[in-house]
Structures are given as structure tokens and as C-alpha cells.
């Protein structure tokens, strides 16, 4: 099933979901050292290898990070060719002073922000879909 491109549907229809948890950024240099079903997302810099976690995980770890985070996902099936999606919920995250990170996967975005901001993420996220 191929996945939406128009942004007006995209943004009408995104339907953010909270996911339970907190969740971290972590970096290693030997990915063997974390369990690959652990591991919410990866991507492989120069530098290192950033791992997204849930908290608890780092914890037994004992990964370092210094950002705690929600993750929030719009359950609609978006294409990886869609334009102005993350451009729109950026914007709209950003005029509340909200910072996001964003992964975009094959069927849909998740969006990380700061554990704190997640309520008022989830509103901001809820109103543009109203526009």
C-alpha cells in the first residue's frame, strides 16, 4: 500500500499517538553492546552509533544521555515522498517553543520531544490537524 503524499490530507488525517514511556538518545561505538530488540531506532554517524532506547534500557545499560523524551507517532501511512508534513508539524511545534526530533520510518513519523512538553506537543499536533 503506497502512503499518502497530499499535505492536506496528511495533516487533516496525521492523528498523533502518545506512546507510553520515556525515551533516549544514546551513543556507542560497539552496537554489539546493545541487544538489537531493545532498540527503538539506529543510525550509524562518523562518530558513533546512535541508539534510541527506552529510558529503562539505557539505565541498565549504563548509556548516557542528557535528553528524556516522548514519542509520539502520526498513525497515518505517510510516503517517504510526501513534502511540507514535517515542515507544518515543525513549525506548528516550534511556535509553542517545543523542540522535536523526528524519524521518519516506511509507514509513519514519529515525533520525539521533551518528556515535559509532551501534553502541549499533542495539543499543538491535535489543532493543526483542525486548520
Not at 530488540?37 to 562518523?46: A, H, Q, S, T, W
Not at 527506552?54 to 523524551?69: F, G, M, T, V
Request: hydrophobic content about 45%; overall charge negative.
Amino acid at each position: 500500500m503506497a502512503g499518502e503524499t497530499n499535505l492536506d490530507t496528511l495533516l487533516k488525517n496525521m492523528t498523533p499517538l502518545l506512546n507510553e514511556g520515556d525515551y533516549v538518545y544514546c551513543t556507542v561505538t560497539d552496537i554489539d553492546t546493545v541487544d538489537i530488540k531493545n532498540v527503538l531506532g539506529i543510525f550509524k554517524e562518523e562518530e558513533a552509533v546512535t541508539v534510541i532506547l527506552k529510558k529503562e534500557i539505557a539505565d541498565q545499560l549504563s548509556l548516557k544521555y542528557e535528553y528524556i523524551a516522548a514519542w509520539i507517532t502520526l498513525t497515518i501511512h505517510s510516503s517517504l515522498e510526501a513534502t511540507g508534513l514535517i515542515a507544518a508539524f515543525a513549525a506548528a511545534l516550534a511556535k509553542e517553543g517545543i523542540s522535536c526530533n523526528v524519524v521518519a520510518a516506511y509507514y509513519h513519523d514519529h515525533i520525539f520531544v521533551a518528556k515535559k512538553d509532551a501534553e502541549r506537543a499533542m495539543e499543538a499536533l491535535k489543532q493543526l490537524a483542525k486548520q
